[in-house]
Structure formats: structure tokens, C-alpha cells
């Protein structure tokens, strides 16, 4: 849900069914006179400070509190003020006004320096407004609080460094503040611990922490419930009105509200498992609530890291292998030691692109069983593992897949090039 205020700060979230985004409402300012099948194609930057390691608490899933405060340290509330101009294009409303308004958010600190600046992520959607006045419609206003000090005086500033509505996740830069240096040296604030999202199964705790605020500096708060989809699509407007999208997400039943968007959701062990963007606002449907899966959130946080810090790029360039995959087989496992119910897909090569980078290495039919990137192996047993991987790989990095052909295994490898990038 998103909501716009007319007095700084705050913003929340939407969702469609309708699935709402969980930014805040929009509230404006006063009026001022102004004349003036599915396809495939569904390490960061150096500052020269030393990167901090967050820290994973041990629960062994008893102690929420714990957990809780863990994800606390890494949360921060967001904060993007705009303005919007209006009228002055008809005779009956000859003279420009413009608006003021601020929208609240959330966010999770995923790097940390030792100078007090940091990589922050949030949703796309949290920084992004149609009505602002700003070229890119981003906010060039965008303050962040830690928790326990939502108070103007220990305001943050930040900037955009990219992101993308197809995948509603962006990236804040912090640079060398005082506030979050003091913070992370006393140890309230850290890094976020980011977990494994392809392990997470229904059932699991899940923790939402977010700024679910309509009015004022109310700050962070915590809910808790459980994983109800390890994975699934839901399809949304995107942000920046372009048209719909779709977005592989967590279904989660802890309660989500407006602000709650791209702030953190987090296992019993205090790990990032998702980024909180959407919820279902219906009187049909109660208690469901979407996140990213961590293992995006990162991937693509670390793709616009790469590609765009200190960069003339503003956007996610995803490495494509120009395939189509299909599922060809469907099972489900019942792990007797663990308890634990597993699904599997089998990954089939649909079609290969002419001109594209796996045409000399893939044919229709190939089934495909794991993918690697660098010294990074995913073993491919949902559908998703496949595309997921592709957002690591970087120009120039070799792609190796291991696949079944004819019933022969083999592996099979190429080299990303920057012609196989697309701006996603």
C-alpha cells in the first residue's frame, strides 16, 4: 500500500485482488502558485573502507524476541519527499501550482562500512512516485532512521543508486554518516544476515518488521507468523504505470500494512528471507502478505551494486542465455528424517533463441540439472533456480550447465558478453 502525506515525512504500499504495494497513502500539500510456456529471461563496489560482518543469532527457533532484534538492527525506516507540478495547461487553470507530499517505507541494511556508509535495500516502488517532478520520478529527497531513533535530528540522508519496477527492489546509498557509524559501533545497528530463501518451507516463522505508519514518525515495528507459499507469482501493475508485471514471491500471513514495504522478513534465526511489497486487500481474503525472496532481493541488489554505483546506469542488466524452459516433470518428496516435504521440477530446455548465447551449447529437450557461475553451483529443481542464477552472472563470467541430452549427461559452457545484457 502507498500513501502520500502533505507534512515530511512518511510513505507506504499497493497490491492487486487487489494486491496492494505497501508504501504509505498519498496526502498532498497544499497547492502553491508557481509560475516558474515461461522463459528464461522471466560482489559490489569498492570503497576503500572495510565492509562490516553481520552477525546470525543461534535461536534454535525458540527465542522470537531474539530474532526479532536481530532484524531490528538491520531495519531502518524510509522517508522520500517530492514534489509535483500542476495545472497551468488549461485556460480554466492557466497558472503552474505545485504540490508537496512525502511517502513512507521501509528498509534493510544490507552493506555496512566502517566510515558509516552503507548499501540499504528497498522496494522500488517506496522511492518512486509518477506525479514527481524529478526526471526519473525518484525522490531526491530520501532520509532513513534507524530504530529507536525516529526523530529528525538522527535523520540519515540517502541516494538512489538503481532499481527496477519489474523486480520492485532498489538500492540507497548512505555516504559516511555520523548517526549510523555511532550506531553500528555500539552495536544497535548491522548489516543484515541474509538467509537462503530456497530453503524456506510453508510452515516456517516468519518475522515482518517494517514502518507501518500513515501519520508521522511512528517508527519500526514487529509481526510475526508463518510461511504459507515457499514460492508463487502474483502479476501487479508496476510501480512506474508501464504496464503489469509479474514477481515470484513468499506468501506470508503476518499481518502487513502500509509502510511495511521493502522492509525485512526474517527466519527465527534473525536471517533476511524475504523484502516485504505487496498484500491482499480484499474482505474475501485475510492474512496474506507477499515478500521478495532473499535470494532475488540479494541477487538483484548486487547486480545494480555492480552495474550502477558510480555508474551512468540506473537499472538491473540481467545476463540472458536467450532460452525458453518448460517443466516436464512434477514430484513431491517426503524427507522421513527431517519431516520435511520437498518439491521438485524437471527443467526442460523449450526452445533456444537463433543469435543467442546458448544457441551452440543447448537444444530443445535438454534437461537442465544444475547451472554454475564462478565457483557458485545451484542445483536446478525449481524452475526459478535457472533464472535466479542468471542475475549473478556479469560480463565476461563463464556460464557452465550441466545437462541431459538423449539421456546422456554432459556439461556444456559459455561467456556471458555485454551483447547478452538486457536493462530489466
Given at each position: 500500500m502507498k500513501s502520500k502525506h502533505s507534512q515530511w515525512p512518511v510513505r507506504l504500499a499497493a497490491l492487486l485482488l487487489p494486491v496492494l504495494f505497501l508504501t504509505s497513502c498519498s496526502l498532498y500539500g497544499n497547492l502553491t502558485s508557481d509560475t516558474s510456456a515461461q522463459s528464461e529471461e522471466a560482489s559490489g563496489a569498492s570503497t576503500g573502507n572495510s565492509v562490516l560482518n553481520s552477525v546470525t543469532i543461534e535461536t534454535d527457533g525458540q527465542d522470537t524476541a531474539a530474532a526479532a532484534a536481530a532484524g531490528l538492527r538491520s531495519a531502518v525506516s524510509v522517508y522520500c519527499s517530492f514534489t509535483s507540478t500542476t495545472g497551468g495547461n488549461t485556460p480554466w487553470d492557466p497558472v503552474p501550482g505545485t504540490q508537496s507530499f512525502y511517502t513512507t517505507g521501509s528498509g534493510v541494511l544490507y552493506r555496512v562500512e566502517?566510515?558509516?556508509?552503507?548499501?540499504?535495500?528497498?522496494?522500488?516502488?517506496?522511492?518512486?512516485?509518477?506525479?514527481?517532478?524529478?526526471?526519473?520520478?525518484?525522490?531526491?529527497?530520501?532520509?532513513?532512521?534507524?530504530?529507536?531513533?525516529?526523530?529528525?535530528?538522527?535523520?540519515?540522508?540517502?541516494?538512489?543508486?538503481?532499481?527496477?519496477?519489474?523486480?520492485?527492489?532498489?538500492?540507497?546509498?548512505?555516504?559516511?554518516?555520523?548517526?549510523?557509524?555511532?550506531?553500528?559501533?555500539?552495536?544497535?545497528?548491522?548489516?543484515?544476515?541474509?538467509?537462503?530463501?530456497?530453503?524456506?518451507?510453508?510452515?516456517?516463522?516468519?518475522?515482518?518488521?517494517?514502518?507501518?505508519?500513515?501519520?508521522?514518525?511512528?517508527?519500526?515495528?514487529?509481526?510475526?507468523?508463518?510461511?504459507?507459499?515457499?514460492?508463487?507469482?502474483?502479476?501487479?501493475?508496476?510501480?512506474?504505470?508501464?504496464?503489469?508485471?509479474?514477481?515470484?514471491?513468499?506468501?506470508?500471513?503476518?499481518?502487513?500494512?502500509?509502510?511495511?514495504?521493502?522492509?525485512?522478513?526474517?527466519?527465527?534465526?534473525?536471517?533476511?528471507?524475504?523484502?516485504?511489497?505487496?498484500?491482499?486487500?480484499?474482505?474475501?481474503?485475510?492474512?496474506?502478505?507477499?515478500?521478495?525472496?532473499?535470494?532475488?532481493?540479494?541477487?538483484?541488489?548486487?547486480?545494480?551494486?555492480?552495474?550502477?554505483?558510480?555508474?551512468?546506469?540506473?537499472?538491473?542488466?540481467?545476463?540472458?542465455?536467450?532460452?525458453?524452459?518448460?517443466?516436464?516433470?512434477?514430484?513431491?518428496?517426503?524427507?522421513?528424517?527431517?519431516?520435511?516435504?520437498?518439491?521438485?521440477?524437471?527443467?526442460?530446455?523449450?526452445?533456444?533463441?537463433?543469435?543467442?548465447?546458448?544457441?551452440?551449447?543447448?537444444?530443445?529437450?535438454?534437461?537442465?540439472?544444475?547451472?554454475?557461475?564462478?565457483?557458485?553451483?545451484?542445483?536446478?529443481?525449481?524452475?526459478?533456480?535457472?533464472?535466479?542464477?542468471?542475475?549473478?552472472?556479469?560480463?565476461?563470467?563463464?556460464?557452465?550447465?550441466?545437462?541431459?541430452?538423449?539421456?546422456?549427461?554432459?556439461?556444456?559452457?559459455?561467456?556471458?558478453?555485454?551483447?547478452?545484457?538486457?536493462?530489466?
Amino acid at each position: 500500500m502507498k500513501s502520500k502525506h502533505s507534512q515530511w515525512p512518511v510513505r507506504l504500499a499497493a497490491l492487486l485482488l487487489p494486491v496492494l504495494f505497501l508504501t504509505s497513502c498519498s496526502l498532498y500539500g497544499n497547492l502553491t502558485s508557481d509560475t516558474s510456456a515461461q522463459s528464461e529471461e522471466a560482489s559490489g563496489a569498492s570503497t576503500g573502507n572495510s565492509v562490516l560482518n553481520s552477525v546470525t543469532i543461534e535461536t534454535d527457533g525458540q527465542d522470537t524476541a531474539a530474532a526479532a532484534a536481530a532484524g531490528l538492527r538491520s531495519a531502518v525506516s524510509v522517508y522520500c519527499s517530492f514534489t509535483s507540478t500542476t495545472g497551468g495547461n488549461t485556460p480554466w487553470d492557466p497558472v503552474p501550482g505545485t504540490q508537496s507530499f512525502y511517502t513512507t517505507g521501509s528498509g534493510v541494511l544490507y552493506r555496512v562500512e566502517s566510515d558509516g556508509s552503507a548499501f540499504v535495500i528497498t522496494n522500488y516502488h517506496v522511492v518512486y512516485d509518477s506525479d514527481s517532478d524529478t526526471d526519473n520520478h525518484v525522490s531526491d529527497q530520501i532520509y532513513l532512521y534507524l530504530y529507536g531513533m525516529e526523530d529528525e535530528a538522527y535523520a540519515i540522508p540517502a541516494t538512489y543508486v538503481g532499481g527496477s519496477a519489474n523486480y520492485d527492489i532498489a538500492v540507497l546509498r548512505v555516504e559516511q554518516s555520523e548517526v549510523l557509524k555511532s550506531a553500528v559501533d555500539s552495536g544497535s545497528a548491522a548489516a543484515v544476515t541474509v538467509g537462503d530463501s530456497d530453503v524456506v518451507l510453508p510452515g516456517e516463522t516468519a518475522i515482518a518488521i517494517g514502518n507501518p505508519s500513515a501519520t508521522g514518525l511512528s517508527g519500526l515495528s514487529v509481526t510475526r507468523g508463518i510461511v504459507s507459499v515457499d514460492s508463487e507469482y502474483i502479476t501487479m501493475t508496476a510501480a512506474d504505470d508501464s504496464g503489469e508485471v509479474s514477481f515470484r514471491v513468499i506468501r506470508i500471513d503476518a499481518p502487513v500494512n502500509s509502510g511495511n514495504s521493502g522492509g525485512g522478513l526474517y527466519n527465527d534465526a534473525g536471517e533476511l528471507i524475504g523484502i516485504v511489497n505487496a498484500k491482499i486487500n480484499s474482505v474475501e481474503l485475510e492474512s496474506i502478505g507477499y515478500a521478495i525472496p532473499s535470494n532475488v532481493a540479494r541477487a538483484i541488489a548486487d547486480n545494480i551494486i555492480d552495474y550502477c554505483y558510480g555508474a551512468d546506469c540506473e537499472t538491473v542488466m540481467r545476463g540472458m542465455l536467450g532460452i525458453t524452459v518448460t517443466t516436464t516433470g512434477l514430484s513431491t518428496a517426503y524427507d522421513t528424517e527431517t519431516g520435511q516435504l520437498l518439491r521438485t521440477e524437471e527443467v526442460t530446455v523449450y526452445e533456444v533463441t537463433p543469435g543467442g548465447l546458448g544457441e551452440d551449447i543447448l537444444q530443445a529437450g535438454d534437461v537442465i540439472c544444475s547451472i554454475s557461475v564462478g565457483d557458485r553451483t545451484v542445483e536446478v529443481t525449481r524452475q526459478y533456480h535457472l533464472t535466479d542464477a542468471m542475475l549473478d552472472v556479469r560480463v565476461g563470467d563463464t556460464v557452465s550447465l550441466r545437462i541431459v541430452r538423449d539421456g546422456e549427461e554432459m556439461t556444456v559452457s559459455t561467456v556471458m558478453t555485454e551483447e547478452c545484457l538486457a536493462a530489466y
